[in-house]
């Protein structure tokens, strides 16, 4: 999504500071902001503020004689890709949903050619109100995304759902809102990260997996329309939005989370660096320092991916083979061994924890090899040579 036109409306609720630093992270990504403000709205953050971030000027009169033809109800909506109200009270999703137009933002919205996405932010208590959930039903029934909201501590101290989404979370949102919905329709589930198996209460074997590549193909994923179930073992990203995500930490806990969500799946993805081995003698308690090495016995764990490719109904299985040589040749044996469509092959060595990966594609084709490319957009072509494998 490079250089998009988005119109931001910003209306009067405490989280308009929020909208301050998603205004900031658009400009910083190469969009260009165009903000528009209620009266209300100005009373947290002041226009000036929005001027100083987005570079243009701000409007906030329905009367404003800028534009040309002085119809800047018309105007700006004209000229935007996408228009974002962020964040959205109770009040303006009233008005959106009933057709008010008493104020620039609101007519805005009615006169507007472009997508529009609203991201409510309000007490919980509103949030909950029969009519504000009426107005919400309503304006999803007429095709305008509402995004959010999230649940967590608000500003009057209550605790609940009606947080905005945050800031960096929109421009996510934003930057898949114009991605091609090839999967639209589509379940996908798809696991992530190491899986972590326990030698005692404080000592384990892991691997040097960051869930990096595994969370970017659960946004492409998303992005392209799917219904994402995303099972990860333990790392240091944020859960993706979007989607729904289980956390585990053992192979054994990833198995079941699998095999209790893929029966209705249309597609599985085997991202994760699952261990092949788990530790058969467990101690329940701190082994001590003392007693002499300690002898630890191994046994294998499930294979996932091959249990799921082996199913009576299987879904469309992607395997993911991380190599330390022979690449092209251990990874076609892995894909014809268990049967895959389609399997993504890379060295360990140049990508386990990195910010950039180079892949190779592996199908009944041939081997289609990728540049090396930033995990994003791996992703995405990922996502595009699966979709042109579905839909042949």
């Not at 467990?282 to 046994?299: F, N, T, V, Y």
Request: glycine letters at 8%.
């Amino acid at each position: 999504m490079t250089g998009k036109r988005i119109l931001l409306g910003v209306s009067g609720g405490i989280a308009a500071y929020k909208a301050a630093e998603l205004t900031r992270l658009l400009v910083k990504a190469g969009h260009i902001v165009e903000v528009v403000m209620t009266e209300t709205a100005c009373r947290f953050v002041t226009p000036l503020t929005f001027q100083a971030l987005s570079g243009h000027a701000v409007y906030t009169d329905l009367w404003d004689p800028r534009p040309d033809n002085a119809m800047a109800h018309i105007e700006l909506s004209r000229r935007a890709d996408v228009f974002l109200i962020a964040p959205t009270t109770s009040n303006m999703l009233f008005k959106l949903a009933h057709g008010v137009c008493d104020d620039l933002l609101s007519t805005l919205a009615a006169a507007r050619t472009c997508p529009l996405v609203v991201a409510p932010a309000m007490n919980r208590q509103m949030w909950q109100n029969p009519p504000n959930q009426r107005n919400v039903a309503q304006l999803e029934a007429d095709g305008i995304a509402v995004w959010g909201p999230a649940s967590g501590e608000q500003a009057c101290g209550e605790v609940g759902e009606g947080r905005m989404l945050e800031p960096e979370h929109l421009a996510e949102m934003l930057e898949g809102l114009f991605v091609c919905k090839s999967l639209s329709g589509k379940k996908v589930v798809l696991t992530a990260g190491p899986t972590y198996e326990a030698i005692d209460t404080v000592r384990g074997i892991t691997n040097i997996s960051s869930g990096k590549m595994g969370y970017a193909l659960a946004r492409a994923c998303r992005d392209a329309g799917a219904e994402v179930t995303l099972i990860s073992g333990p790392t240091a990203m944020p859960a993706p939005i979007g989607m729904t995500c289980i956390n585990v930490d053992s192979a054994h806990q990833m198995h079941d989370s699998v095999m209790q969500t893929v029966g209705q799946a249309d597609i599985f993805i085997a991202v994760a660096a699952v261990a092949d081995y788990r530790v058969k003698n467990r101690s329940e308690h701190k082994i001590k320092k003392g007693a002499g090495l300690p002898q630890i016995a191994l046994e294998e764990n499930p294979d996932i991916l091959a249990t799921v490719a082996g199913l009576p109904a299987a879904p469309f299985c992607v395997g993911f083979a991380a190599e330390s040589q022979n690449l092209l040749e251990f990874a076609e044996q892995k894909r014809k061994k268990k049967r895959l469509p389609l399997l993504v092959a890379n060295l360990a060595q140049h990508a386990m924890g990195a910010d950039s990966n180079q892949v190779v594609l592996l199908d009944d084709a041939g081997a289609h090899p990728l540049p090396d490319l930033p995990k994003p957009d791996v992703a995405k072509a990922i996502v595009q040579h699966l979709s042109t494998m579905l839909s042949r």
